[in-house]
């Protein structure tokens, strides 16, 4: 799913969430593992403000495992509650509803020194598109999720999925833009395939691909296309069309299918697991 943002729809989309936001304690924003900055919204540390705050690390089955568990350590060095997930496989999502107990135990007992007890803290999964937040809902509230919507008499609009007797999850996620204006993130949204590739050339997202994966994880194309050599990055793109038999009519090379061939291989985790962004200190 891709949505092209426009002024309108971010004001809209920023209005819905300002109002959503007040009916609960604790927002879990999901962030792709391989990018957890760079798919992280810009503003919603404005909008989440006094609001408990979980970040979910999600896909880390394609990340870099020693990069997540740093990323894990710079996003709680922000005051942050981290788990990492893989919301397709399942695994990490039981283990959030403790980390949303812990993230707020300051507001259970608060209420509990008020007399109010088991009243459920409520949530509200957000994100930029594509991160997975819609699978992640499924997968957490399982089947939960499945007897709300087939409630007789339960009104369209805002729903509650009640997890447990200690939490709810609003059931429609908050969809967040990222920072597009930023050039460097947008082009790090198109190699995980979060950006239209119509907007984008191909063969220069696969040439910027390549030129990362030799600073940052050299030898991964080597290995994988049994690359000899690689030399300059337009020759390892060739090289690769050699190796694969990409060849337009003629015998002459098809780099194009090549880019094609790359980033597929890239977005379907072939040439390992692999991180594009390291956090900073
Ligand atoms: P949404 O737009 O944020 O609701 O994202 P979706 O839930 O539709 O997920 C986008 C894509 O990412 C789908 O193809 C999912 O199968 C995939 N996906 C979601 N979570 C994970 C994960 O943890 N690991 C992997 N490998 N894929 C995932």
Redesign the pocket.
């Known amino acids: ?1 891709n949505i092209q943002w426009y002024p309108g729809h971010m004001t809209k989309a920023k209005r819905m969430m300002q109002e959503d936001i007040k009916l609960i304690d604790v927002v879990i924003e ?1 962030v792709d593992s391989r990018v957890p900055l760079s798919s992280k919204n810009p503003d919603i540390d404005n909008i989440a403000k006094n609001k408990s705050r979980i970040i979910l690390l ?5 990340a870099n495992m020693e990069q997540t568990n740093q990323w894990k350590a710079w996003f709680e060095e922000q005051g942050f509650h981290v788990a990492l ?5 399942g695994a990490g999502v039981k283990a959030v509803n403790d980390v949303i107990m812990l993230a707020c135990k300051e507001k259970i007992e608060r209420n509990r020194r008020k007399g109010i007890i088991n009243r459920p803290v409520r949530a509200m999964i957000v ?10 809902i499924n997968s957490f509230a399982g089947k939960a999720a499945a007897k709300t919507g087939n409630r007789p008499g339960v009104t369209k609009g805002k729903q509650w999925i009640r997890l447990n007797k200690n939490v709810e999850l609003l059931d429609t ?1 908050g ?1 967040l833009w990222p920072k597009f204006e930023d050039q460097s993130v947008g082009l790090k949204l198109a190699l995980i395939g979060s950006i239209k590739e119509e907007i984008l050339n191909i063969t220069e997202l696969a040439m910027e691909l390549i030129d990362f994966l030799k600073k940052n994880y050299p030898g991964s194309l080597k290995s994988r296309y049994e690359l000899e050599e690689e030399g300059t990055n337009l020759e390892t793109l060739n090289n690769i069309a050699k190796a694969r038999g990409c060849l337009l009519k003629g015998n002459e090379l098809d780099i194009d299918k090549a880019a094609h061939l790359l980033m597929d291989d890239f977005k379907g ?1 072939k040439l390992g697991k692999i991180t594009l962004e390291f956090p900073k200190r």
Not at 58 to 62: A, P, R, T
Not at 85 to 89: E, G, I, L, M
């Open positions: 799913m999901l999600n896909k880390y089955d394609l997930v893989n919301s397709k496989s994100g930029i598109p594509n991160v997975g937040k819609s699978t992640f996620p969809i985790g």
